[in-house]
């Protein structure tokens, strides 16, 4: 319950000009039910309220309050009330920058349009008690607004299903170069952005230590110790019980992982839930119906052991790193390039061209030259290469005569 706590003044904190006044632990009831509470704790609640005459919300930290509760409850206190859902809502409504991210927001608000449209009109009847039509039309106020909103649903998931389209076109165009792309990811605020920054050296990335910093998939070159060229994926982080329409509202951005060649699981190892947290992120992997080979060469990454004196990694697989600090970083680029060539099947090898045939051109239109080692003597260069399987069966073809190391 104090990690719970901890965790739910955290998001509060990520709201500018929000600030926590007050916290206190109190055993929830089914949140179904129209009150949250036993009678005695709700009135402790109250009280407590009361007493603070600077406080204009309550944040309880449940996945979903009823539109029910929340009226009786606003009614009984006196000022706004939000669960989980509509907190985490308004962090991604402040952070989103893409137009993609903005329409998946605003798909993810319509159920809770819907429900407060189910307030108002209950409200609306209550006080009229008399003709529920509009003006004749033969459709109700409910009806009329419930109408408005599955338009405007259908709108959003087109706009979405159009940028969908076009982010595959961007990936087909990638296929094509066949640069291998690694999706970073985790539990939010566990380093994803800092250790992308560290392994490409991309000034431009400003970490921030908040939750839900990035919520737009961002794509950053880097190298691997071979000199091969490699993007990278900052996705966004996860959360423990983030309110499952969520998840599917962001699922587009998501969908990105499942075309990756590798998956780099980031975790803060400081983090006194870092064993729940892998899980939440592990399940939420499993949710996205990723294919198996990416799940099971999946790199592990045990990051801010700059915080913990003499720190040997918990599982054998994984690796220890201090995305702040550099430590570990030369580990890790060997490891993604090892799992990077398994999975592409590119192989990494020197060959014999002779420079007056067209070797040496074939070789740079069709796999990845790293180093050009020319013998003046013979008229011969040692060409070190990155190259997928079908093209080094075509140059094996074309060149039977060439040697190769």
């Known amino acids: 319950a104090e990690l719970q706590i901890a965790e739910a003044v955290a998001l509060v904190d990520t709201i500018q000009n929000w600030t926590v006044l007050d916290k206190i632990i109190i055993p929830t009831k089914n949140p ?14 109250t009280e407590k309220i009361k007493k603070l005459p600077h406080v204009t919300a309550v944040f309880l930290n449940v996945e979903r309050i009823s539109s029910l509760t929340k009226k009786e ?50 409200q609306l009847d209550q006080q009229r008690g008399g003709s529920r039509y509009i003006m004749g039309s033969g459709e109700t106020f409910m009806e009329t607004q419930n109408r408005i909103l599955k338009e405007k649903e259908l709108k959003i998931r087109n706009a979405l299903e159009k940028l969908r389209r076009k982010r595959s076109l961007l990936r ?60 990278y994926i900052d996705t966004i982080g996860f959360l423990t019980d983030l309110p499952h329409n969520l998840v599917e509202s962001f699922s587009a951005t998501l969908e990105e992982v499942a075309y990756s060649d590798l998956i780099v699981h980031v975790r803060d190892i400081t983090h006194p839930e870092t064993i729940l947290q892998k899980a939440t992120v592990l399940s939420v992997l499993k949710n996205l119906n990723l294919p198996s080979h990416l799940l099971d060469s999946m790199v592990e990454v045990q990051n801010k052991v700059d915080l913990i004196e003499r720190y040997k990694p918990t599982e054998e697989s ?88």
């Open 32 to 45: 179904d039910k129209k009150f949250i509470f036993g009678k005695g704790n709700f009135q402790v609640l």
């Open 318 to 405: 994984a690796l220890a790193v201090s995305a702040l600090h550099g430590h570990g970083l030369e580990e890790l680029k060997e490891e993604i390039e090892k799992k990077i060539l398994t999975a592409t099947g590119k192989k990494i090898l020197t060959v014999n061209v002779n420079l007056e045939g067209p070797q040496l051109s074939w070789l740079y239109k069709e796999a990845t030259v790293q180093e050009v080692e020319v013998m003046p003597e013979d008229g011969t260069a040692r060409v070190k290469v990155i190259i997928g399987n079908s093209a080094f069966g075509r140059y094996k073809n074309l060149f039977p005569n060439s040697k190769i190391f």
């Open 73 to 122: 409850l606003e009614d009984a206190w006196g000022v706004k009330v939000f669960d989980r859902y509509t907190v985490v809502l308004h962090i991604f409504r402040c952070n989103a920058r893409t137009k993609e991210a903005k329409l998946q927001i605003a798909l993810a608000e319509i159920p809770l349009l819907r429900s407060n449209l189910k307030n108002e009109v209950s």
């Open 172 to 231: 087909t165009q990638r296929r094509k170069r066949e640069f291998p792309i690694i999706s970073v990811m985790g539990y939010t605020n566990c380093g994803k952005t800092t250790l992308i920054k560290a392994l490409t050296g991309e000034a431009g990335l400003q970490p921030r230590d908040q939750l839900f910093a990035t919520l737009d998939i961002t794509a950053h070159a880097g190298y691997l110790p071979s000199h091969m060229a490699v993007i």
